[in-house]
């Protein structure tokens, strides 16, 4: 069996590097023998939380370079089977909002153990401190993020998010949403503007066009960039390091790319600026 091309999912505009070159064209190389096995999407999903676990537990041995290694590895697997379940659910076409609920439960889960087991490890109020802030920002910027990769791909498509995806209506997805509809008041009326614009298609071209270079950059809030600061501050001897990256840097990051997409927004729903997309 040939390996599949992309199924166009994802805009190569706004993907992550690693994403490019590393993570996506292994789930890529790994899905004809999923499929001829018969494996379900949750069946990986399950399959990266373990990884993941793997990974914390080896963090937690900080102190080595061996471990810390280990872990890099393990978490790889994890991020290779975070792509790889999206990519059999729809090659099977067994897309549910379960399976995109257990997939962002897995992630948050993976990223909350290895806070945990670091804030153990560490073991002072001070790290504590840090590994709850952390995970409080952590949750807050990748739901936000996650809202607007979701809305930059429907929008590219000339799709105004009239028909919301399918949801399970549970308690769990009620929580992991909330968030990110947080940002929906300020990111509608552009989808307003697109539902009623004569050519839906066209402006939904010009917007990926002018929006792209904000969401490349905040494609730095990835779970591949928090894997990679994660590896370089155990191995440079204090996890803390990498707390305060998650809590300040990559928060200034999200609130600023935030800002300059709605600010694409707005330039494209001035008349002049619309008008670059009705001639």
Not at 8 to 27: K, Q
Not at 32 to 56: E, K, Y
């Amino acid at each position: 069996m040939t390996i599949p091309p992309p199924d166009g999912s994802r805009d190569r505009r706004i993907e992550d590097s690693t994403n490019l070159w590393l993570i996506h064209p292994v789930s890529r190389a790994l899905l004809p023998p999923a499929l001829r096995l018969g494996v379900s999407a949750n069946m990986v999903s399950f399959a990266g939380l373990g990884f993941g676990i793997a990974a914390a537990f080896a963090y937690a041995h900080w102190h080595d370079a061996l471990a810390v290694t280990i872990g890099l590895l393990l978490s790889i697997c994890w991020l290779i089977a975070d792509g790889l379940d999206g990519m059999v659910a729809r090659a099977t076409k067994t897309a549910s909002p379960y399976g995109r609920l257990l997939d962002g439960l897995v992630d948050h889960g993976v990223f909350t153990l290895i806070y945990l087991v670091l804030g153990f490890s560490v073991g002072t109020l001070e790290g504590w401190t840090l590994a709850i802030l952390a995970g409080v920002a952590h949750i807050l910027q990748a739901s936000l993020f996650e809202a607007e990769r979701a809305r930059f791909h429907r929008r590219v498509r000339g799709d105004s998010g009239a028909a919301p995806p399918p949801r399970t209506g549970g308690v769990l997805e009620k929580l992991y949403d909330g968030i990110s509809h947080g940002i929906d008041r300020l990111a509608d009326p552009f989808d307003r503007v697109l539902a009623r614009s004569g050519d839906p298609a066209r402006f939904g071209a010009e917007y990926g066009t002018r929006a792209a270079p904000a969401m490349k950059l905040m494609s730095l809030e990835s779970a591949n960039m928090r894997v990679a600061a994660i590896f370089l501050a155990c191995l440079a001897g204090d996890p803390r390091f990498f707390w305060w990256f998650e809590i300040v840097p990559l928060t200034l990051l999200l609130a600023g790319t935030l800002f300059w997409h709605r600010r694409v927004e707005a330039a494209l729903m001035h008349p002049a600026g619309a008008s670059t997309v009705n001639t």
